[in-house]
């Protein structure tokens, strides 16, 4: 398949860019750099893969992109961790809805004139940032309370989007929803508001990198945002990639949303100790809280049945062999000056 992903030189899509071109399809790509500035990977030269440095916003690019294609993957938008949320309150959700209309605009122009058959749209499990139903499945998000951040609530609206096109102009869609992606490759973004943890400058806000920053500067007792009892379910950007992949490819995700992630629950002070023993052995664990984001959800818990009955997709990866991978990687950012 012919596959157009927006974002490409994000996070996520930076894993399931080349997880498309292993599973053997061609993938055109376009981003702006306005998170990392620019970037460069693995594959940039494989011949199956283009790369078109513009903005997410401008539709006639995204035609001009879509005309030989056959799957639109709309992953660009404005995130970043939960401090984030609060310092872009008003911008992540203006941008995000203006990155989403453009997708939109332009799918629904391929689908009527050329060849697409489906957008995919990336979500997030902040959707369920009001649930209260614990596995949450798939559905709960159209009965439970709207989510109470901009962040949160643009997403939902993401998920209206491609149930509107659909209904108004058939413009099929499949709907994915990773929870808490971990790996390499997040860098400290561009315009990422700064903030302490002690004496710590995080890198992001993103609970896994930040946590390791900290250990490897030698913060000790370790500062924790909140009591540290919040559960999460760190899901390897890889397993993230090949859930997308397989949604992608399968014919019965056509109209329908999936949970991406995996089925273990970790709490951030099991992550916190985790991360410790990899990188201080000899040294007593030891901890501090301090107090928490209002938008700091303390269970996110997806439901993943559907996902493995209808795709076949689990994810694989143990937290401490991603563990084993992340470390080294953001120790050698962290001396590059790079975090």
Not at 280 to 297: A, I, Q, S
Request: with cysteine; net charge neutral.
């Amino acid at each position: 398949m012919n596959i157009c992903v927006t974002g490409s030189a994000g996070f996520i899509a930076s894993y399931l860019v080349r997880e498309l071109l292993d599973a053997g399809h061609r993938v055109v790509g376009i981003d702006n750099f306005s998170k990392y500035g620019e970037t460069s990977h693995s594959y940039d030269d494989e011949p199956r893969h283009r790369f078109v440095q513009g903005d997410a916003k401008d539709v006639v690019q995204l035609k001009n992109l879509l005309n030989d294609c056959d799957i639109l993957v709309a992953a660009a938008a404005r995130i970043g961790g939960i401090s984030y949320f609060h310092q872009y309150a008003y911008d992540l959700l203006a941008e995000n809805e203006r990155i989403t209309a453009a997708a939109f605009d332009a799918a629904l122009w391929a689908r009527r004139e050329r060849q697409l058959a489906r957008i995919v749209v990336l979500s997030s499990s902040m959707v369920f940032e009001s649930a209260t139903i614990f596995p949450t499945p798939e559905g709960a998000q159209l009965t439970l309370p709207p989510p109470v951040s901009t962040y949160g609530f643009q997403k939902l609206a993401c998920e209206y989007f491609a149930r509107g096109a659909w209904e108004q102009y058939q413009l099929p869609y499949t709907i994915v929803r990773p929870f808490n992606c971990v790996g390499v490759g997040e860098g400290r973004a561009l315009h990422a508001p700064e903030l302490l943890s002690g004496n710590i400058k995080l890198a992001m806000s993103h609970v896994l990198p930040d946590l390791v920053l900290k250990v490897l500067q030698g913060q000790d007792p370790l500062r924790l945002l909140g009591s540290g009892k919040q559960v999460r379910h760190y899901t390897y950007g890889g397993d993230v990639a090949r859930g997308i992949r397989m949604a992608i490819e399968s014919d019965r995700a056509v109209n329908e949303d999936f949970n991406i992630s995996t089925a273990q629950s970790t709490t951030v002070l099991e992550l916190a100790e985790m991360v410790w023993k990899k990188i201080e052995p000899k040294k007593p664990f030891r901890y501090e809280c301090d107090p928490p984001f209002p938008h700091d959800v303390q269970v996110r818990r997806p439901d993943v049945r559907k996902a493995r009955e209808v795709l076949g997709f689990e994810a694989r990866t143990p937290l401490d062999r991603v563990l084993d991978e992340v470390i080294p990687w953001i120790d050698s950012q962290l001396r590059q000056g790079r975090m």
